[in-house]
Protein backbone atom coordinates (compact mmCIF):
# COMPACT_ATOMS: atom_id res chain seq x y z
CA UNK A 1 0.00 0.00 0.00
CA UNK A 2 2.94 2.26 0.78
CA UNK A 3 4.57 1.79 -2.11
CA UNK A 4 1.33 2.32 -4.63
CA UNK A 5 1.01 5.80 -2.82
CA UNK A 6 4.63 6.43 -3.39
CA UNK A 7 4.10 5.98 -6.78
CA UNK A 8 1.05 7.87 -7.39
CA UNK A 9 2.97 10.75 -5.60
CA UNK A 10 5.70 10.38 -8.18
CA UNK A 11 3.34 10.64 -11.11
CA UNK A 12 1.46 13.24 -9.62
CA UNK A 13 5.14 15.02 -9.10
CA UNK A 14 6.52 14.07 -12.72
CA UNK A 15 3.33 15.96 -13.80
CA UNK A 16 2.91 18.80 -11.68
CA UNK A 17 6.64 19.93 -11.44
CA UNK A 18 6.79 23.78 -10.08
CA UNK A 19 8.11 25.68 -12.64
CA UNK A 20 11.47 27.97 -11.89
CA UNK A 21 10.56 31.97 -12.57
CA UNK A 22 13.47 31.55 -15.58
CA UNK A 23 12.88 28.14 -16.45
CA UNK A 24 11.89 28.12 -20.87
CA UNK A 25 9.54 25.59 -21.57
CA UNK A 26 8.95 24.39 -25.43
CA UNK A 27 6.38 21.81 -26.21
CA UNK A 28 7.92 20.01 -29.85
CA UNK A 29 6.35 18.25 -31.86
CA UNK A 30 8.74 15.78 -33.90
CA UNK A 31 7.91 14.10 -37.22
CA UNK A 32 9.52 12.35 -39.72
CA UNK A 33 10.33 12.54 -43.42
CA UNK A 34 6.99 11.08 -43.79
CA UNK A 35 5.09 13.24 -41.61
CA UNK A 36 4.53 10.89 -38.90
CA UNK A 37 4.74 11.36 -35.50
CA UNK A 38 8.24 10.27 -33.61
CA UNK A 39 7.87 8.70 -30.51
CA UNK A 40 10.53 7.13 -28.29
CA UNK A 41 12.88 10.22 -28.00
CA UNK A 42 15.08 11.33 -25.55
CA UNK A 43 16.66 14.44 -24.02
CA UNK A 44 19.78 13.70 -26.05
CA UNK A 45 18.11 13.30 -29.25
CA UNK A 46 17.29 17.13 -28.64
CA UNK A 47 19.60 20.33 -29.40
CA UNK A 48 18.42 23.86 -27.94
CA UNK A 49 20.25 27.02 -28.96
CA UNK A 50 18.68 30.61 -28.20
CA UNK A 51 19.90 33.47 -30.16
CA UNK A 52 22.82 30.84 -31.50
CA UNK A 53 23.91 29.87 -27.80
CA UNK A 54 23.40 26.47 -26.84
CA UNK A 55 21.49 25.91 -23.73
CA UNK A 56 21.53 22.91 -21.32
CA UNK A 57 17.93 20.79 -21.28
CA UNK A 58 17.02 20.85 -17.83
CA UNK A 59 13.49 19.56 -17.80
CA UNK A 60 12.91 16.65 -20.28
CA UNK A 61 9.27 15.25 -20.24
CA UNK A 62 8.07 12.14 -22.90
CA UNK A 63 5.22 12.16 -24.94
CA UNK A 64 2.05 11.07 -23.67
CA UNK A 65 2.03 12.76 -20.85
CA UNK A 66 -0.81 14.59 -18.82
CA UNK A 67 -1.53 18.39 -20.32
CA UNK A 68 -3.62 21.23 -19.87
CA UNK A 69 -5.83 21.85 -22.43
CA UNK A 70 -8.42 24.08 -23.09
CA UNK A 71 -11.11 24.39 -25.60
CA UNK A 72 -12.06 27.81 -27.22
CA UNK A 73 -15.22 27.47 -29.33
CA UNK A 74 -16.83 29.72 -31.59
CA UNK A 75 -20.64 30.28 -30.31
CA UNK A 76 -21.42 32.99 -32.58
CA UNK A 77 -24.19 33.63 -34.84
CA UNK A 78 -22.63 32.43 -38.31
CA UNK A 79 -22.14 28.69 -35.95
CA UNK A 80 -25.61 28.34 -35.45
CA UNK A 81 -26.15 25.82 -37.64
CA UNK A 82 -22.89 23.83 -37.23
CA UNK A 83 -23.48 23.96 -33.47
CA UNK A 84 -24.58 19.93 -32.96
CA UNK A 85 -21.48 18.69 -35.37
CA UNK A 86 -19.23 20.95 -33.36
CA UNK A 87 -20.32 19.42 -30.10
CA UNK A 88 -20.25 16.20 -31.50
CA UNK A 89 -16.25 16.29 -32.56
CA UNK A 90 -15.39 18.27 -30.03
CA UNK A 91 -16.31 15.26 -27.59
CA UNK A 92 -14.26 12.58 -30.19
CA UNK A 93 -11.20 15.05 -29.01
CA UNK A 94 -12.15 14.80 -25.24
CA UNK A 95 -11.68 10.87 -26.07
CA UNK A 96 -9.22 11.31 -27.79
CA UNK A 97 -6.82 12.71 -24.86
CA UNK A 98 -5.12 11.30 -22.66
CA UNK A 99 -7.42 10.42 -19.44
CA UNK A 100 -5.89 12.79 -16.95
CA UNK A 101 -5.49 15.70 -18.68
CA UNK A 102 -7.06 18.79 -16.82
CA UNK A 103 -9.16 20.56 -19.58
CA UNK A 104 -11.51 23.76 -19.55
CA UNK A 105 -14.19 25.52 -21.94
CA UNK A 106 -13.97 28.71 -23.23
CA UNK A 107 -17.18 29.61 -25.33
CA UNK A 108 -17.08 33.10 -27.35
CA UNK A 109 -19.71 35.12 -29.24
CA UNK A 110 -20.51 38.63 -27.95
CA UNK A 111 -18.30 38.25 -24.89
CA UNK A 112 -16.23 35.31 -23.97
CA UNK A 113 -16.63 33.26 -20.25
CA UNK A 114 -15.60 29.61 -18.97
CA UNK A 115 -18.02 27.35 -19.70
CA UNK A 116 -17.53 24.73 -16.71
CA UNK A 117 -19.09 25.61 -13.59
CA UNK A 118 -17.77 27.98 -11.01
CA UNK A 119 -15.96 26.23 -8.71
CA UNK A 120 -14.41 24.19 -11.12
CA UNK A 121 -11.74 25.47 -12.82
CA UNK A 122 -10.85 22.35 -14.50
CA UNK A 123 -11.36 18.52 -15.26
CA UNK A 124 -11.10 15.15 -16.38
CA UNK A 125 -14.49 14.57 -16.54
CA UNK A 126 -16.08 13.56 -19.99
CA UNK A 127 -19.60 13.25 -18.65
CA UNK A 128 -18.56 17.20 -17.10
CA UNK A 129 -17.44 18.45 -20.63
CA UNK A 130 -19.99 16.98 -22.62
CA UNK A 131 -22.82 18.85 -20.36
CA UNK A 132 -20.92 22.26 -20.10
CA UNK A 133 -20.49 21.81 -24.35
CA UNK A 134 -24.51 20.64 -24.20
CA UNK A 135 -25.53 24.16 -22.53
CA UNK A 136 -24.28 26.47 -24.81
CA UNK A 137 -26.11 28.15 -27.77
CA UNK A 138 -24.94 29.92 -30.56
CA UNK A 139 -26.36 34.06 -31.21
CA UNK A 140 -24.82 36.67 -31.71
CA UNK A 141 -21.65 38.34 -32.27
CA UNK A 142 -18.16 37.41 -32.08
CA UNK A 143 -15.51 38.64 -29.66
CA UNK A 144 -12.49 36.04 -30.92
CA UNK A 145 -9.71 37.58 -29.11
CA UNK A 146 -11.23 38.09 -25.74
CA UNK A 147 -11.85 34.37 -25.85
CA UNK A 148 -8.41 33.47 -26.69
CA UNK A 149 -7.17 36.33 -24.03
CA UNK A 150 -9.75 34.49 -21.07
CA UNK A 151 -7.71 30.72 -22.21
CA UNK A 152 -4.20 31.89 -22.11
CA UNK A 153 -4.90 34.11 -18.95
CA UNK A 154 -6.75 30.56 -17.63
CA UNK A 155 -3.83 28.35 -19.08
CA UNK A 156 -1.33 29.96 -16.19
CA UNK A 157 -3.18 28.08 -13.07
CA UNK A 158 -2.77 25.12 -14.74
CA UNK A 159 -0.70 22.63 -12.75
CA UNK A 160 0.86 20.59 -15.86
CA UNK A 161 3.87 21.93 -17.84
CA UNK A 162 2.56 21.04 -20.96
CA UNK A 163 -0.46 23.31 -22.06
CA UNK A 164 -2.47 23.77 -25.35
CA UNK A 165 -5.65 25.41 -26.72
CA UNK A 166 -7.76 24.23 -29.56
CA UNK A 167 -9.61 27.04 -31.16
CA UNK A 168 -12.60 26.28 -33.33
CA UNK A 169 -13.65 29.73 -35.21
CA UNK A 170 -14.32 31.24 -38.67
CA UNK A 171 -11.17 33.84 -37.65
CA UNK A 172 -13.56 36.79 -37.72
CA UNK A 173 -13.77 39.46 -34.64
CA UNK A 174 -16.14 41.81 -34.29
CA UNK A 175 -17.33 42.27 -30.85
CA UNK A 176 -13.51 42.10 -28.39
CA UNK A 177 -11.81 44.59 -26.71
CA UNK A 178 -8.35 42.94 -27.16
CA UNK A 179 -6.88 43.56 -30.39
CA UNK A 180 -4.99 40.72 -32.76
CA UNK A 181 -1.63 42.51 -31.85
CA UNK A 182 -2.47 41.84 -28.15
CA UNK A 183 -3.48 38.15 -28.60
CA UNK A 184 -0.77 37.58 -30.77
CA UNK A 185 1.93 38.90 -27.47
CA UNK A 186 0.04 37.17 -25.43
CA UNK A 187 0.46 34.08 -27.67
CA UNK A 188 4.28 34.57 -27.79
CA UNK A 189 4.79 34.62 -23.97
CA UNK A 190 2.27 31.51 -23.30
CA UNK A 191 4.46 28.12 -23.95
CA UNK A 192 1.21 26.73 -25.02
CA UNK A 193 0.46 25.72 -28.53
CA UNK A 194 -2.57 26.57 -30.12
CA UNK A 195 -4.31 24.27 -32.93
CA UNK A 196 -6.90 26.20 -35.22
CA UNK A 197 -9.56 24.67 -36.70
CA UNK A 198 -11.19 26.82 -39.41
CA UNK A 199 -15.08 26.40 -40.11
CA UNK A 200 -17.27 28.89 -42.26
CA UNK A 201 -19.53 28.71 -44.96
CA UNK A 202 -17.00 29.31 -48.24
CA UNK A 203 -19.26 32.70 -49.23
CA UNK A 204 -19.14 34.33 -45.89
CA UNK A 205 -17.25 37.42 -46.25
CA UNK A 206 -16.40 37.98 -42.89
CA UNK A 207 -14.27 34.60 -42.44
CA UNK A 208 -10.48 35.30 -41.73
CA UNK A 209 -7.91 32.18 -41.57
CA UNK A 210 -5.29 34.14 -42.15
CA UNK A 211 -5.23 35.15 -38.33
CA UNK A 212 -5.88 31.69 -37.42
CA UNK A 213 -2.83 30.46 -39.56
CA UNK A 214 -0.92 33.43 -37.88
CA UNK A 215 -1.70 31.87 -34.46
CA UNK A 216 -0.76 28.00 -35.56
CA UNK A 217 2.54 28.86 -36.76
CA UNK A 218 3.46 31.53 -33.92
CA UNK A 219 3.09 28.81 -31.11
CA UNK A 220 4.53 25.62 -33.08
CA UNK A 221 0.63 24.51 -33.51
CA UNK A 222 -1.41 23.00 -36.83
CA UNK A 223 -4.58 24.47 -38.84
CA UNK A 224 -6.89 22.82 -39.82
CA UNK A 225 -10.12 23.71 -42.78
CA UNK A 226 -12.54 20.85 -42.74
CA UNK A 227 -14.85 21.21 -45.57
CA UNK A 228 -17.45 18.66 -44.69
CA UNK A 229 -18.82 17.34 -40.78
CA UNK A 230 -16.89 14.13 -41.51
CA UNK A 231 -13.92 16.04 -42.05
CA UNK A 232 -14.18 17.63 -38.71
CA UNK A 233 -15.04 14.55 -37.01
CA UNK A 234 -11.69 13.65 -38.15
CA UNK A 235 -9.70 16.84 -37.08
CA UNK A 236 -10.28 16.99 -33.62
CA UNK A 237 -8.77 13.19 -32.56
CA UNK A 238 -5.68 14.10 -35.19
CA UNK A 239 -5.23 17.08 -32.82
CA UNK A 240 -5.46 15.00 -29.52
CA UNK A 241 -3.29 12.48 -30.97
CA UNK A 242 -0.53 15.52 -31.85
CA UNK A 243 -0.73 16.90 -28.19
CA UNK A 244 0.09 13.45 -27.25
CA UNK A 245 2.74 12.67 -29.33
CA UNK A 246 4.54 16.40 -28.00
CA UNK A 247 7.61 16.44 -25.99
CA UNK A 248 7.83 18.76 -23.53
CA UNK A 249 11.56 20.40 -23.21
CA UNK A 250 12.38 23.25 -20.36
CA UNK A 251 15.57 25.12 -19.91
CA UNK A 252 17.15 28.26 -18.00
CA UNK A 253 18.58 30.57 -20.24
CA UNK A 254 22.52 31.38 -20.46
CA UNK A 255 21.29 34.95 -20.45
CA UNK A 256 20.54 36.27 -17.19
CA UNK A 257 19.41 39.45 -18.56
CA UNK A 258 15.74 40.30 -17.36
CA UNK A 259 14.68 42.79 -20.22
CA UNK A 260 11.78 41.85 -21.55
CA UNK A 261 12.90 41.25 -25.07
CA UNK A 262 11.97 38.69 -27.80
CA UNK A 263 14.84 35.62 -28.13
CA UNK A 264 14.88 33.69 -30.94
CA UNK A 265 15.11 29.74 -30.20
CA UNK A 266 16.13 27.02 -32.41
CA UNK A 267 15.60 23.22 -31.57
CA UNK A 268 17.00 20.52 -33.54
CA UNK A 269 16.05 16.70 -33.01
CA UNK A 270 18.05 13.77 -34.55
CA UNK A 271 17.62 9.80 -34.49
CA UNK A 272 20.20 7.64 -32.98
CA UNK A 273 22.27 7.88 -36.17
CA UNK A 274 22.52 11.57 -36.93
CA UNK A 275 19.29 12.04 -39.02
CA UNK A 276 17.73 15.16 -38.47
CA UNK A 277 14.09 15.01 -37.72
CA UNK A 278 11.32 18.35 -38.79
CA UNK A 279 10.72 19.92 -35.68
CA UNK A 280 7.25 21.85 -34.44
CA UNK A 281 7.71 24.34 -32.11
CA UNK A 282 7.11 28.24 -31.00
CA UNK A 283 9.68 30.19 -32.67
CA UNK A 284 10.92 32.47 -29.15
CA UNK A 285 10.15 34.02 -26.10
CA UNK A 286 9.87 36.95 -24.20
CA UNK A 287 12.47 37.28 -21.17
CA UNK A 288 11.46 38.00 -17.90
CA UNK A 289 11.11 41.87 -17.47
CA UNK A 290 13.03 43.39 -14.76
CA UNK A 291 12.31 43.65 -11.23
CA UNK A 292 10.85 47.00 -10.40
CA UNK A 293 13.15 48.79 -8.50
CA UNK A 294 12.02 50.11 -4.67
CA UNK A 295 9.96 52.59 -4.19
Not at 196 to 209: F, T
Not at 270 to 292: I, M, Q
Amino acid sequence: MFLRYLLTFFLLFQYTLSVDVDLVLFNITVLDGDGRTVSGLSADHFQVHEDGREQTIKVFQPEDTPATVGLVIDNSGSMMNRRADVVTAALAFVGASHPDNEMFIVNFNRKAWLALPDSMPFTTSIAQLRASLLTTTAAGTTALYDGLELALDHLKAGTRQRKALVLLSDGSDNASLDTLDDILRLAQQSSATIYCIGIYDQYQSDRNPKVLKQVAKLTGGEVYFPQRPGDLQEVWPRIAGAIRGQYTIGYISSNPGRDGSYRKVTIKATTNRGKSLDVRTRLGYFAPPAYPGPK
